[in-house]
């Protein structure tokens, strides 16, 4: 049998460390993927939630492409438009900055390239201030953002004051009083529950559009919300500022989703509302002006022909999804699943085609799951693939944990995927909807599947999580009656149960592993309330487990309220290779721990993992799984990461394992404040890097192999002139150096 490596995962909670290089992963989209025999057209995109949509040049052919923001798993996706359907094309997603609670792409400085507002958030917090990114492209391809604004403010008796956004609004950003500059309307649902206008005075000042901003109105469009979903008016008389608020239904609650546009084609924008506690979408038709606001008329449930119906506050980007030059509607949930339970998140994203002729918009309902599962590999949420080669044939074929909702009635199960290509081109067709028919037998509201040899017979055995509510949960596993290296052998309805020694919730996670090395199986187990991981001694036999809990916390790994929703594995990198641990976070960071069994009480020696498009991809996302095998023999092992998003997604490992020299990683904070930048990008002989704050000492340039190709030594500048005519055409990563940080650049050079 092939070279197999098999990892399982366990969510959990770990601090900074330093770490070196060993590795880069590349996306990979390129094997095939059918469900029932039919090609699915973009497989690999990991699945999608709940989303906003904005169109934006990519590949720069001309045509504007398609890019998503999921703000429940916390990534950007991106699709370049190919004439006739968009293609899920993730080589783009790491030129996007870090993304947390929503974002509107747009143009504010008038040079035809579209930039990008949005709300960086912080943990516990519940106000963000608005950051503005410049788009620097140096063409119509993409190549990337630079920091206009890191917190926008505003005027207010010759002081300036910070525009914010509460983390659960949606502000709308546009150009509301039509002179050419972006304006940006914000509800304040914390202190006085009133929408404010801040109008940007750019053009009425000057010639040059930029981001100078007064308060217009505190009480845009005299909209107030009520405490049930119909309790809605439009018609206050005074609006008051902080304090004496005496209109009943001006209730002081945050959460709601706000679009503009002019709906009835009369040139002047209305209001489309969505609020945290209803499912539905109002439309406010503006009466009065851009710059003054007033309705006299509301409609609850919009558009009455298909009224927009989500679990609570939708949230619509128009976009024009069909390319005729009409924007459609793409509508979602803004809540969580864990915030709802009756919404399924295979089919959570709404797409409205405008089918009108005039001015004046007519929104018929299309879909409601375009980019998910009609498209893409999208269970719901929550997906736990794992690789097995449940055939025996010699190549790896997977399973999928999956959920559609949060519902505690909601069907869980496994589906099976066999590889219908071979151990060096693997192609996966979806045959099995509910293997061993699990859906049934378990009741389960979520499972997480794992394979492990647990009585050390050479063949895998199934085992996972069980969870039946809010308060009940097992470890269940089905032992495979086959030989090592024949197809695998479950009955489905021969169910064990672990001994119950552990503390389980509804979101801990279980992974086996002989971690003291006596053949017999140990556990890991790390719970959502505990933030650490415990592991558990086998003292039984291989035929009849038994676990004694360790006091000791996983390689001494304390809480850190910053780096929750984390995922570790363990498996082999290499063929050769010994075993090591593998950490990911809600960073979307990848680090290594290569000598964690004789580290088991404090972890010091730390490796990472890069992704190939920039050294630590912003937009990894959040995870439930990640597992290793090697899917093209090529004896080093990739990356099959199952996301919150229910789908799935592919790392090919392309990089060399040459130990580069101990390092600190900086924070995203960190590399804005240095403003280091690196221009123009493709690059033809020569690249500049701005090196704002003159704290750059050496870059190193890499092949996309791993190899050095050259070293430049830097003395203090602002701006370093870099030659590299004697480097040819390609794909590189740049190393850069300070005193105490490093991050990476990927660089195109082209002489042509």
Known sequence: MKYITKISVVICFFSNFSFAQNYIFTPNISFPISISGVSVLNPLTGGINIAQAYKIQLDGNGTDDLVLFDKYIGRIFTYIYNGSNYIYTPKYEYLFPKINNWFTIIDFDGDGKKDIFTSPGFEGLSLSYVTVYKNISESLSLTGFAIASNSLEYSSFGKPQGINVAVSEIPSV???????????????????????????????????????????????????????????????????????????????????????????????????????????????????????????????????????????????????????????????????????????????????????????????????????????????????????????????????????????????????????????????????????????????????????????????????????????????????????????????????????????????????????????????????????????????????????????????????????????????????????????????????????????????????????EGSFHKNMGTLSIMTLADLNSDGKSDLLLGSNGGGVRYFQNIFNSTVISSINEPTEYQINKYSIHIYPNPANTNFEILDKNEILTQIQIFNLQGNLIKSIELEKNKIHKCNVSDISNGTYFIKIYTNNYVWYQKIVINKN
């Open 174 to 612: 546009l150009d509301l009083d039509d002179d050419g500059d972006i304006d940006l309307v914000v509800y304040d649902g914390f202190s006085s529950a009133k929408l404010n206008f801040y109008r940007n005075l750019s053009k009425e000042t000057g010639t040059v559009l930029g981001l100078n901003y007064e308060k217009y109105s505190s009480c845009w469009g005299k909209i107030a919300i009520g405490t049930d979903c119909n309790n809605l008016t439009s018609t206050i008389t005074n609006c008051r500022g902080f304090g004496g608020v005496t209109d009943n239904l001006r209730v002081e609650h945050n959460g709601s989703s706000l679009a503009i546009k002019d709906i009835n084609g009369d040139g002047i924008k209305d209001i489309l509302l969505g609020d945290t506690s209803c499912p539905f979408l109002y439309l406010l038709t503006n009466t009065g002006s851009n710059l003054e606001a007033k309705s006299n008329g509301i409609e609850i449930m919009f558009p009455s022909s298909y009224p927009i119906t989500v679990s609570s506050q939708p949230m619509v980007s128009f976009i024009d999804l069909d390319n005729d030059s009409k924007d459609d509607m793409l509508v979602s949930d803004v809540n969580s699943p864990y915030r709802t339970s009756n919404i399924d998140y295979s089919q959570s994203l709404q797409y409205y085609k405008n089918t009108s002729n005039t001015s004046i918009p007519t929104f018929n309902f299309e879909s409601n799951n375009y980019f998910q599962s009609q498209n893409s590999i999208d269970f719901g949420f929550d997906s736990n693939p794992e690789f097995i080669d449940y055939d025996g044939d010699g190549d790896m074929d997977f399973i999928v944990g999956y959920r559609v909702s949060n519902s505690s009635t909601t069907k869980v199960g496994l589906k099976l995927f066999e590889n219908i290509g071979n151990a060096t081109v693997p192609a996966f067709n979806l045959i099995n909807n509910d293997y061993l028919g699990l859906s049934t037998l378990l009741g389960a509201t979520m499972i997480k599947p794992r394979f492990a040899d647990i009585n050390r017979d050479g063949a895998l055995d199934l085992y996972f999580l069980n969870t039946l509510d809010a308060t009940s949960y097992n470890i269940k596993y089905i032992i495979n009656s086959a030989l090592s290296n024949q197809p695998v052998s479950f009955v489905g309805n021969n169910i064990l149960e672990l001994p119950t020694v552990f503390t389980l919730g509804q979101n801990s996670n279980v992974f086996m592993y002989d971690l003291n090395k006596d053949d017999l199986i140990d556990i890991l187990i790390c719970k959502s309330d505990q933030s650490v991981v415990n592991y558990f001694f086998n003292l039984g036999t291989k035929s009849a487990p038994a676990f004694k809990r360790e006091n000791n916390i996983l390689g001494n790994l304390p809480y850190n309220s910053n780096h929750f929703e984390n995922v570790i594995a363990i498996g082999k990198l290499t063929k050769e290779g010994s075993d090591v641990l593998l950490w990911h976070d809600k960073r979307g960071k990848i680090f290594i721990y290569p000598n964690f069994l004789n580290e088991l009480t404090n972890f010091t020696t730390v490796d990472s993992i890069a992704i190939s």
